[in-house]
Structures are given as C-alpha cells and as structure tokens.
C-alpha cells in the first residue's frame, strides 16, 4: 500500500508561481514511477506530468510543457511539481499518483495509488 498527500495549493495571479509537494509513505516509493494530474470544474481528470523512478525520464502535458517542472528526491520519499507562468487554465484540483506497473504512463488508469488532491487557483 502507497500513501500519498499533498501539500497545500493556494491561489496565486496569473504569471505566478506556486509548487506543490507529495509526500509517499509505505510500499517501496522509489521504484515507482510517479505522477500528477488535474481536474478543473466540469471536466474530466487529465495528465499533467510523469516522472521515472530514477528522475531521469520526465514526460508532460502539451498544455504545460516549458512551464511546470516534476522533480523527485526518493531520499525524502517526494515528488514536487513546479509550476511557473501559471494560466487561469491552470486552475484545478491537482492530484499526486503512483503506479504499481512499468514505464511512465499518461493515462489515469494505469495510476494505483492517488492522493486526497490540491486545489490551485489562477486569477486573471
């Protein structure tokens, strides 16, 4: 079993910058590949980034490429998502995830574990 929790999102103005933090407790949290995704009000959960259990491979979200940065220190069992330029469509519920398979998926489903979720907001 993986726990996972997030750290507080916030609100911040457009051009800002906020990072978010996930803390993993439980099974082994370095093996894993890990990963954050959103879900804005009315629509449907999408993938935001990835990263590999070493930290060497990272994918992201057209939508957020060459702004958000996903990084990982397995020493301190966390995963951290860098979010610079934010946009008003940035704004949502963002959930930190681990999967139990192998590779770095983008694709909800394959995501096993899932955290409580923190809502960041970006006023225009």
């Known amino acids: 079993q993986v726990q996972l929790v997030e750290s507080a999102g916030g609100l911040v103005q457009a051009g800002g910058s906020l990072r978010l933090s996930c803390a993993a407790s439980?099974?082994?949290?370095?093996?894993?590949?890990m990963g954050w995704f959103r879900q804005a009000p009315g629509k449907e959960r999408e993938f935001v980034a990835a990263?590999?259990?070493?930290?060497?491979?990272?994918y992201y979200a057209d939508s957020v490429k060459g702004r958000f940065t996903i990084s990982r220190d397995n020493a301190k069992n966390s995963v951290f998502l860098q979010m610079n330029s934010l946009k008003p469509e940035d704004t949502g519920l963002y959930y930190c995830s681990a999967t139990l398979g192998f590779g770095i998926p983008r694709d909800e489903d394959d995501y096993d574990y899932w955290g409580q979720g923190t809502q960041v907001t970006v006023s225009s």
């Open positions: 990263i590999s259990w070493g930290g060497g491979t990272a």
């Open positions: 439980g099974r082994t949290f370095s093996s894993r590949t």
